[in-house]
């Protein structure tokens, strides 16, 4: 009986333990093969008959308490195990969310989607042409002959004799129609470079979008439709288009093309310069000696052109002040377009 006193005592004490570990090692230490609880039935055969009995009724008394209170123990010690990894895993949902940094398309570059689109949608294929071109597309066969006073408007980046940057994407006609037989609807997007001093307004790179329709029966009016369909859809349906008399060698005629102000609405204000109108670039029927240099019969055969400012497309639509903004990569620019 002292016995079980003591290890019941010994017990009491070493369940205080606070390792799952230990607790294991304590129930084998009572419970086990050769554990202290075990040992002690061993003793069961010294005792007197009439002890028997009660002893080993204390003695199974002792095991189901040690057994008992290990189970239980090990439940709190589990229930405690549980809630550390819990809070270690604690997720504060009122935090504000990790931002992730986001590029996006160059403002430039979604414009110039946008003018695709437009004209996809009008039955226009793109073309593409070099931006290192020869003085041959840019200039001859666009009816400007060498001593022509027009290249002087085009002030000209040479890298070699008759090897140029392109001044303009009117060079994608002459590809295109050497190409391609009429009918013939094309639109081309691309980089151009003149010798321009920069200021709010000239960038020595800039693009411009030419469109091209030669076909039989085409007429001013033809290019005039288109063009007031591409400004709608671009600008609005309350804008309109002007033409005024205008001299490109590889047009006739040609005209000048304007729309109407859209920040004004052709009032007049700072933007149009108070003339109620913007400036967009050159078109024009397409000049007979151009499509005989490509062996497109001008007999049978007419066509209208037009070569439009990108940027400036871009900075009436989106109000952009300044052509500079669009190479300076200032994040505080560019991201107002995302
Ligand atoms: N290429 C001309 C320019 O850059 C614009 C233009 C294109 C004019 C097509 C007429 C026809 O100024």
């Given at each position: 009986m002292k016995e079980i006193e003591e290890i019941k005592k010994e017990f009491e004490e070493k369940i205080k333990t606070k390792s799952i570990e230990?607790?294991?090692?304590?129930?084998?230490?009572?419970?086990?093969?050769?554990?202290?609880?075990?040992?002690?039935?061993?003793?069961?055969?010294?005792?007197?008959?009439e002890n028997r009995k009660n002893i080993g009724q204390q003695i199974n008394d002792l095991k189901?308490?040690?057994?008992?209170?290990?189970?239980?123990?090990?439940?709190?010690?589990?229930?405690?195990?549980?809630?550390?990894?819990?809070?270690?895993?604690?997720?504060?949902?009122?935090?504000?969310?990790?931002?992730?940094?986001?590029?996006?398309?160059?403002?430039?570059?979604?414009?110039?989607?946008?003018?695709?689109?437009?004209?996809?949608?009008?039955?226009?294929?793109?073309?593409?042409?070099?931006?290192?071109?020869s003085d041959y597309y840019n200039f001859e066969a666009l009816n400007i002959p060498e001593f022509h006073p027009a290249r002087d408007m085009q002030d000209t980046f040479y890298l070699a004799k008759k090897i140029l940057l392109r001044t303009q994407t009117s060079p994608i006609q002459i590809r295109t129609m050497e190409k391609y037989k009429p009918p013939i609807r094309i639109i081309a997007i691309g980089r151009c470079y003149r010798?321009?001093?920069?200021?709010?307004?000239?960038?020595?790179?800039?693009?411009?979008?030419?469109?091209?329709?030669?076909?039989?029966?085409?007429?001013?009016?033809?290019?005039?439709?288109?063009?007031?369909?591409?400004?709608?859809?671009?600008?609005?349906e309350e804008t309109k288009i002007r033409f005024s008399p205008s001299y490109f060698p590889f047009v006739e005629p040609g005209a000048e093309t304007a729309i109407s102000c859209v920040i004004c609405k052709g009032?007049?204000?700072?933007?149009?310069?108070?003339?109620?109108?913007?400036?967009?670039?050159?078109?024009?029927?397409?000049?007979?000696n151009v499509l005989k240099n490509v062996n497109i019969d001008p007999e049978e055969y007419q066509g209208f052109a037009f070569g439009w400012g990108v940027e400036r497309i871009a900075m009436i639509k989106?109000?952009?002040?300044?052509?500079?903004?669009?190479?300076?990569?200032?994040?505080?620019?560019?991201?107002?377009?995302?």
């Open positions: 230990e607790l294991k090692k304590v129930e084998t230490h009572f419970l086990g093969r050769k554990g202290k609880v075990v040992d002690l039935f061993k003793t069961l055969k010294n005792a007197t008959e189901s308490y040690v057994e008992e209170t290990i189970s239980k123990r090990l439940k709190e010690l589990e229930e405690i195990e549980k809630n550390k990894l819990l809070a270690n895993e604690r997720i504060d949902i009122t935090l504000p969310g990790i931002r992730l940094e986001t590029g996006g398309l160059h403002i430039l570059s979604k414009v110039m989607k946008e003018v695709e689109d437009i004209f996809l949608s009008m039955g226009f294929d793109v073309m593409t042409g070099p931006e290192i071109e010798r321009d001093a920069i200021d709010s307004s000239h960038s020595p790179i800039f693009h411009q979008v030419e469109g091209l329709v030669i076909d039989k029966n085409v007429s001013f009016s033809s290019l005039k439709g288109t063009l007031l369909e591409f400004t709608k859809k671009m600008f609005g009032k007049g204000c700072r933007v149009c310069k108070y003339t109620g109108w913007l400036e967009m670039g050159g078109s024009g029927m397409v000049h007979p989106y109000g952009i002040p300044d052509i500079r903004m669009f190479l300076q990569n200032d994040l505080r620019f560019l991201e107002q377009f995302k």
